[in-house]
């Protein structure tokens, strides 16, 4: 027994438990801002079991103030802007913005229009962008784990 006790205080005081851990999660709330649904589509696979981004640490939340990082797809509608503002607005800090597809980068993909803003840096601040229309889930993967890296 006192072997055994001798033991836990040797291990307890090895450098790597005694180090504190940094925290490799990040929780994703998605924001549809005017998308045809093919970069949901895509985001949808990054559950499948062929990614299972569970692996990296990555989930999805049904609530914004649940969430790390807020992903924004499709063309910025007007109608949408309150929305995503808001979405923002009830996440906790520190919060990432990625703008998801060449839609919420502003490329106009579906079109110019009065009731599409384009560009989601317009109304957010973003800090990731991942492009392509759209964006394979390997490429949405990649950039998900770079701002995981950063955190
Ligand atoms: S980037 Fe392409 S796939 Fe994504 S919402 Fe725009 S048109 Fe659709």
Do not use: W
């Not at 001798?6 to 450098?15: A, D, M, T």
């Not at 503002?85 to 110019?112: F, H, I, N, S, T």
Request: charged share 25%; proline share 6%.
């Amino acid at each position: 027994m006192i072997i055994l006790l001798n033991n836990l205080r040797k291990i307890r005081k090895s450098e790597n438990l005694m180090r504190p851990r940094k925290v490799r999660s990040l929780a994703v709330r998605h924001c549809d801002g005017g998308s045809c649904n093919g970069c949901e589509h895509e985001l949808s696979l990054l559950s499948s079991p062929c990614y299972d981004f569970q692996r990296f640490g990555l989930s999805v939340v049904a609530s914004p103030r649940h969430a790390d990082v807020l992903v924004v797809t499709g063309s910025i509608t007007v109608a949408m802007v309150d929305a995503i503002r808001r979405a923002y607005g009830a996440m906790p800090e520190p919060r990432k913005v990625v703008a998801l597809g060449a839609c919420a980068l502003g490329d106009g993909v579906l079109g110019q229009d009065d009731r599409i803003i384009g560009r989601l840096d317009d109304i957010l601040p973003v800090d990731m962008r991942i492009e392509g229309c759209p964006p394979t889930p390997e490429q949405i993967i990649n950039g998900l784990t770079k701002l995981l890296e950063q955190a």
